[in-house]
Antibody
Framework: QVQLQESGPGLVKPSQTLSLTCTVSGDSVSSGNYYWSWIRQPAGKGLEWIGRISPSGSTNYDPSLKSRVTLSVDTSKNQFSLKLSSVTAADTAVYYC?????????????????WGQGTLVTVSS | QSVLTQPPSASGTPGQRVTVSCSGSSSNIGSNTVNWYQQLPGTAPKLLIFSNYQRPSGVPDRFSGSKSGTSASLAISGLQSEDEADYYCAGWDDSLKVVLFGGGTKLTVL
């Protein structure tokens, strides 16, 4: 059974960098079958895709966050990470990591399964 | 406002059939597959339907998905109290180069 678990500080000061790690068990982040993704959800609001990273390190980001986001993979620890710089209160949200299946044959078929339980990050001084 | 448009709320009584719609455009639903996620209160989202109509192992066949043109629908038959949750559609957008989520539909079982 594949499980993902987010970890990192729950409180980040404005203008600083938010750093989260997702630890994967039951699968390998270096396997070529999946991408590894981050999604966030502000309180009482909907889901927002942040970006994805492949086992080879190629990335896709939401354009609105691209200038502030860095994703990385640590195969030795079977983890992948998110860094979001210059945070503001608008970045306060529950952050989820997820395994993403991506199939690109004429059309794009992509889905997230499973998801981590999520971690709340609050941006406040 | 989300690019994928869902009604903010839906409701039904136990045993009823309810549907949740998701409207998009030619660059997302019209070109690619649609997925549905169920988010029970206080929990992480869970994959409910992938590739328009496929159910992951363990998802009851009361849940079904369909797609036509630039719209998709999630149908829940034999509604149960435990189906009370938020439901999100999602898919890739070729123009924006992002995964899009609908704004979510809060389903209430009366």
């Amino acid at each position: 059974q594949v499980q993902l678990q987010e970890s990192g500080p729950g409180l980040v000061k404005p203008s600083q960098t938010l750093s989260l790690t997702c630890t994967v068990s039951g699968d390998s982040v270096s396997s070529g079958n999946y991408y590894w993704s981050w999604i966030r959800q502000p309180a009482g609001k909907g889901l927002e895709w942040i970006g994805r990273i492949s086992p080879s390190g190629s990335t896709n980001y939401d354009p609105s966050l691209k200038s502030r986001v860095t994703l990385s993979v640590d195969t030795s620890k079977n983890q992948f990470s998110l860094k979001l710089s210059s945070v503001t209160a608008a970045d306060t949200a529950v952050y989820y990591c997820a395994r993403e299946t991506v199939i690109l044959i004429k059309i794009a078929a992509t889905w997230f399964d499973p998801w981590g339980q999520g971690t709340l990050v609050t941006v406040s001084s | 406002q989300s690019v994928l448009t869902q009604p903010p709320s839906a409701s039904g009584t136990p045993g009823q059939r309810v549907t949740v719609s998701c409207s998009g455009s030619s660059s997302n639903i019209g070109s690619n597959t649609v997925n549905w996620y169920q988010q029970l209160p206080g929990t992480a989202p869970k994959l409910l339907i992938f590739s328009n109509y496929q159910r992951p192992s363990g998802v009851p066949d009361r849940f079904s998905g369909s797609k036509s043109g630039t719209s998709a629908s999630l149908a829940i038959s034999g509604l149960q109290s435990e189906d009370e949750a938020d439901y999100y559609c999602a898919g890739w957008d070729d123009s924006l180069k992002v995964v899009l989520f609908g704004g979510g539909t809060k389903l209430t079982v009366l």
